[in-house]
């Protein structure tokens, strides 16, 4: 486990003679580049990769330990596979990269001259700034009475002007129990209600299983969402998601306790802001809505290989597609998203072909692409199914779930 949880980076796969490392190899100069552009995004102090690697003081002492785990692969967290599309912030490295870590590790992780840093490109999840932070309104522990706790919690958007969201970081409070966060956009029209379901219920926040609790909810409107491993930060291409005046927020937390007794849970939401965009966008997802109701998505007991999909056309104007990332549970064995153009053509938005519920990266295009009238938008996915139990479409983390996550601009 030690050297999943320290893997920043690894090779593109191809084959080839192991390079030779020529002179000294240290962090300043050598090291820092490739920390900066595939590791810093998850290993900072509060990041997901749990410690920070993002200094010489802090990467040193784990200089052998992240050599021995680029080598053989195991990292980074990034199950794009290649020749699908080409991505924003890829972290994979070559040989060379990985040869550099392994000699600075060999010499003792000599530190060089701070004289020649150059750190190199941040990660393509760092944001420019934080201009607010939602935060849940005190702390939860979950019910207990399941081990799947659905909590959606009221939060007030304190921007009091119309704005757009241009970027959002979800910092789980408590990492063991959070499976997923929801951040739900709650319309002037809607916060009265909202406030009468927290209201209603006792406790902070009210019991949300499915969307975040009003009317059917894949007409809910997202501000951003986070699982394990996911990434995020500033969006693309100039984009945004209007925020009205008067509007509040809904974060929609999913608890897992099925390790325990784990306490409880304070997540909030890091956002930037801009007063205006390039073009307004939208966070879509996409899966079957007949699966919602947990039928016609069957994984039979025992099976291997099953696979289910989705086709939409679009109907409505032509859009641009910034982002793709997948979403699935523990059985997921392969997933997709693919555009079908009227004239036949495809274009593969994500495939991933080695499904870890640990990793629930988004993929940053990098060039949108657009979907005319016509074409079409499939999300697949398959899944291997050992236990015992028929399996199908559910929200808790031993169901099973089949959604692509776009996002759009008009």
Same mark, same amino acid.
């Given at each position: 486990?030690?050297?999943?949880?320290?893997?920043?980076?690894?090779?593109?796969?191809?084959?080839?003679?192991?390079?030779?490392?020529?002179?000294?190899?240290?962090?300043?100069?050598?090291?820092?580049?490739?920390?900066?552009?595939? &590791?810093?995004?998850?290993?900072?102090?509060?990041?997901?990769?749990?410690?920070?690697?993002?200094?010489?003081?802090?990467?040193?002492?784990?200089?052998?330990?992240?050599? $021995?785990?680029?080598?053989?692969?195991?990292?980074? =967290?990034?199950?794009?596979?290649? +020749? &699908?599309?080409?991505?924003?912030?890829?972290?994979?490295?070559?040989? #060379?990269?990985?040869?550099?870590?392994?000699?600075?590790?060999?010499?003792?992780?000599?530190?060089?001259?701070?004289?020649?840093?150059?750190?190199?490109?941040? =990660?393509?999840?760092?944001?420019?700034?934080?201009?607010?932070?939602?935060?849940?309104?005190?702390?939860?522990?979950?019910?207990?009475?399941?081990?799947?706790?659905?909590?959606?919690?009221?939060?007030?958007?304190?921007?009091?002007?119309?704005?757009?969201?241009?970027?959002?970081?979800?910092?789980?409070?408590?990492?063991?129990?959070?499976?997923?966060?929801?951040?739900?956009?709650?319309? @002037?029209?809607?916060?009265?209600?909202?406030?009468?379901?927290?209201?209603?219920?006792?406790?902070?926040?009210?019991?949300?299983?499915?969307?975040?609790?009003?009317?059917?909810?894949?007409?809910?409107?997202?501000?951003?969402?986070?699982?394990? +491993?996911?990434?995020?930060?500033?969006? @693309?291409?100039?984009?945004?998601?209007?925020?009205?005046?008067?509007?509040?927020?809904?974060?929609?937390?999913?608890?897992?306790?099925?390790?325990?007794? $784990?306490?409880?849970?304070?997540?909030?939401?890091?956002?930037?802001?801009?007063?205006?965009?390039?073009?307004?966008?939208?966070?879509?997802?996409?899966?079957?809505?007949?699966?919602?109701?947990?039928?016609?998505?069957?994984?039979?007991? +025992?099976?291997?290989?099953?696979?289910?999909?989705?086709?939409?056309?679009?109907?409505?104007? @032509?859009?641009?597609?910034?982002?793709?990332?997948?979403?699935?549970?523990?059985?997921?064995?392969?997933?997709?998203?693919?555009?079908?153009?009227?004239?036949?053509?495809? #274009?593969?938005?994500?495939?991933?072909?080695? /499904?870890?519920?640990? /990793?629930?990266?988004?993929?940053?295009? $990098?060039?949108?692409?657009?979907?005319?009238?016509? #074409?079409?938008?499939?999300?697949?996915?398959?899944?291997?199914? =050992?236990?015992?139990?028929?399996?199908?479409?559910?929200?808790?983390?031993?169901?099973?779930? &089949?959604?692509?996550?776009?996002?759009?601009?008009?």
């Amino acid at each position: 486990m030690l050297l999943l949880a320290l893997a920043c980076a690894t090779s593109d796969g191809t084959d080839s003679a192991d390079p030779v490392v020529d002179g000294e190899v240290a962090w300043y100069g050598d090291v820092e580049p490739i920390v900066t552009q595939s &590791c810093a995004g998850c290993h900072v102090a509060g990041g997901v990769g749990g410690f920070a690697l993002d200094t010489f003081e802090s990467a040193a002492p784990m200089a052998e330990a992240m050599a $021995a785990a680029v080598e053989t692969g195991r990292m980074p =967290p990034w199950d794009a596979a290649p +020749g &699908c599309n080409t991505y924003r912030g890829d972290l994979t490295l070559d040989a #060379d990269a990985v040869a550099r870590l392994r000699a600075w590790a060999d010499a003792g992780a000599p530190a060089g001259d701070a004289a020649d840093s150059a750190p190199g490109e941040p =990660p393509v999840e760092a944001l420019d700034r934080v201009d607010v932070t939602l935060s849940m309104p005190e702390a939860y522990t979950p019910n207990g009475a399941t081990s799947d706790d659905y909590r959606c919690f009221l939060v007030d958007w304190p921007v009091e002007e119309a704005t757009y969201v241009t970027g959002y970081r979800v910092v789980p409070g408590n990492a063991a129990l959070v499976h997923h966060v929801i951040a739900y956009i709650a319309s @002037p029209l809607q916060v009265e209600e909202y406030q009468g379901l927290d209201d209603a219920e006792a406790g902070v926040g009210w019991t949300c299983y499915g969307g975040p609790g009003l009317g059917d909810q894949s007409d809910a409107e997202w501000m951003g969402s986070w699982a394990p +491993g996911g990434s995020s930060g500033a969006f @693309p291409n100039g984009t945004g998601i209007k925020m009205k005046s008067g509007s509040k927020v809904v974060l929609q937390v999913h608890y897992n306790t099925a390790g325990g007794d $784990a306490g409880s849970d304070l997540t909030s939401v890091e956002v930037m802001t801009s007063d205006d965009v390039d073009a307004p966008a939208y966070i879509q997802p996409w899966t079957d809505p007949t699966w919602l109701d947990g039928t016609g998505m069957d994984i039979p007991a +025992g099976s291997e290989g099953t696979e289910h999909s989705f086709t939409m056309t679009n109907t409505w104007s @032509p859009f641009q597609v910034h982002t793709a990332s997948m979403h699935m549970h523990q059985l997921g064995r392969t997933g997709g998203l693919e555009i079908e153009h009227a004239d036949g053509s495809t #274009d593969c938005l994500v495939d991933v072909q080695d /499904w870890d519920f640990n /990793w629930q990266r988004t993929y940053v295009l $990098a060039e949108a692409l657009t979907v005319e009238e016509g #074409d079409k938008i499939t999300v697949r996915c398959t899944w291997d199914n =050992p236990t015992e139990e028929d399996i199908n479409w559910g929200e808790g983390t031993g169901d099973e779930m &089949c959604l692509g996550t776009m996002l759009w601009s008009f």
